[in-house]
């Protein structure tokens, strides 16, 4: 069991790292757009593009680590007026719910990024495909995560994260 935990720590890091990995290439991409076009009046062609693609990747992406580490909109002020045993079905209802979620979109993903292999981005000449590739990647991170959370295990890796807020 420690090997299965252990590949699937590898894989999660990966996937959290490229999430971060597609923040930093966006903002470095939106900083280059911003600045060419101010400095110099030009803009490279791809740019935009490769903008929506990064954007729509981060935002998936972002939606599964969301979902990891339990930040995700919640009213704990409305629950909590109810007995815990409440709770605890209601806990189980939300993550069967999620992980429906995560399957629609790797159902739903799968398709759509096979319908649009044919078709190619204008500037950059890439697979249409590539921007809704995202989708079933992040769906099968999300089923990972409520299958865990179903079985009460806690998936949150970053515990400080609402210090900060």
Not at 29 to 54: A, D, I, P
Not at 92 to 109: C, E, H, M, T, W
Not at 132 to 159: D, E, K, W
Request: glycine residues 4%; hydrophobic residues 55%; contains cysteine.
């Amino acid at each position: 069991m420690n090997g299965i935990k252990k590949v699937g720590l590898v894989i999660d890091t990966i996937f959290e790292k490229f999430t971060l990995l597609s923040l930093l290439a966006l903002i470095f991409v939106v900083t280059t757009q911003v600045f060419t076009r101010k400095l110099f009046n030009f803009v490279f062609f791809w740019s935009e593009e490769v903008t929506l693609l990064l954007l729509a990747w981060f935002a998936f992406m972002a939606i599964a680590v969301g979902f990891r580490e339990y930040i995700h909109l919640g009213i704990d002020s409305f629950t909590n007026l109810f007995p815990k045993s409440f709770n605890k079905v209601l806990d189980k209802i939300i993550s069967a719910s999620v992980f429906a979620f995560g399957l629609y979109l790797v159902i739903q993903g799968w398709d759509f990024t096979v319908l649009m292999m044919d078709s190619t981005l204008p500037a950059t000449k890439w697979p249409s495909s590539i921007t809704y590739a995202v989708m079933p990647v992040t769906g099968v991170m999300i089923c990972v995560y409520s299958l865990l959370q179903f079985f009460n295990i806690n998936t949150t890796r970053h515990n400080d994260i609402e210090e900060g807020m």
